[in-house]
C-alpha cells in the first residue's frame, strides 16, 4: 500500500518569498491533515480537512497560510510571503476518517527560510 | 498551561534498563491517548493506544491515569533501537469534532 506523498523534500527560500507544498494521502482516506514541526517541538495542526471542506484551521495563519484540497484527494499549502519563524518541516498526515486517530505521515517537506 | 505536556529529556538508559515517562493533559474532557514514536528527521508513526486498563504491547506498556490526568510509556529491556523521540497524542472532541493534539515530545537514548 502506497503511503502518504509529498514533495518536495526540502526547500530554500529568502524570506517575503513565497512557497508552496504538496501532498497526496493514502487513497480512500477522507481527513486530511497538515502540521508543522519546529526542531524540537511536537507537530503542530495548521489545518484538518474532512474530503474537499475544512474541518479546523483555528491554528492556521491565514494572512500568510492558506491551504486547499480540491476534489477531496491531494492538498497543497502554500506560504505567502515566508518569514524567518516559518523555517519548520510540515507534515501531511491522513486518517480513514475523522473518528480513526490513527494517522499517517508523509515524510515532510523541510523548510529554511533565510 | 500547554494543552498536552511532555518532558523534553533526553533520558540517557543503558542497553537493558527499564525506561518511564509521563505526558499530562489539561483538557478532563479528552476521550483518547496515544503514543507515537519519531525517528531522527523522520516523520512520527503510532506506537500504541493507551486504553482505560492499561496496555502492553511487548516490551512497552502504556497507562492512563484519569484522576490526575497523566499517561505514561514504560519501556522494559532497552534496546539501542528504542532510541527515538516519543510523542504523546491526545484526541479531544470539540465543537470541530476529534482534535489530535501532539505533546512536545521525550527524547530517549539508549546507549551500549
Known amino acids: 500500500e502506497a503511503g502518504v506523498a509529498q514533495s518536495p523534500r526540502y526547500k530554500i527560500i529568502e524570506k517575503r518569498q513565497s512557497v508552496a507544498f504538496w501532498c497526496n494521502p493514502i487513497?480512500?482516506?477522507?481527513?486530511l491533515y497538515w502540521y508543522q514541526q519546529i526542531l524540537g517541538q511536537g507537530p503542530k495542526l495548521l489545518i484538518q480537512?474532512?474530503?474537499?471542506?475544512?474541518?479546523?484551521d483555528s491554528q492556521l495563519p491565514k494572512d500568510r497560510f492558506s491551504a486547499e484540497r480540491l476534489k477531496g484527494v491531494d492538498s497543497t499549502l502554500k506560504i505567502q510571503p515566508a518569514k524567518l519563524e516559518d523555517s519548520a518541516v510540515y507534515l501531511c498526515?491522513?486518517?480513514?476518517?475523522?473518528?480513526?486517530?490513527?494517522?499517517?505521515f508523509g515524510s515532510g517537506t523541510q523548510l529554511s527560510v533565510l | 498551561r500547554k494543552e498536552v505536556e511532555q518532558d523534553p529529556g533526553p533520558f540517557n538508559v543503558p542497553e537493558g534498563a527499564t525506561v518511564a515517562f509521563n505526558c499530562t493533559y489539561s483538557?478532563?474532557?479528552?476521550?483518547?491517548f496515544f503514543w507515537y514514536r519519531q525517528d531522527c528527521r523522520k516523520e512520527p508513526k503510532l506506537l500504541m493506544s493507551v486504553y482505560s486498563s492499561g496496555n502492553e504491547d511487548g516490551r512497552f506498556t502504556a497507562q492512563l491515569n484519569r484522576a490526575s490526568q497523566y499517561i505514561s510509556l514504560l519501556i522494559r529491556d532497552s534496546k539501542l533501537s528504542d532510541s527515538a523521540t516519543y510523542l504523546c497524542v491526545v484526541n479531544t472532541l470539540g465543537a470541530a469534532g476529534n482534535k489530535l493534539t501532539f505533546g512536545g515530545g521525550t527524547r530517549v537514548l539508549v546507549k551500549p
Open positions: 487513497s480512500g482516506h477522507a481527513t
Open positions: 480537512f474532512q474530503n474537499n471542506g475544512v474541518v479546523d
Open positions: 498526515a491522513s486518517s480513514f476518517d475523522r473518528g480513526r486517530e490513527k494517522l499517517f
Open positions: 483538557n478532563s474532557a479528552s476521550q483518547s
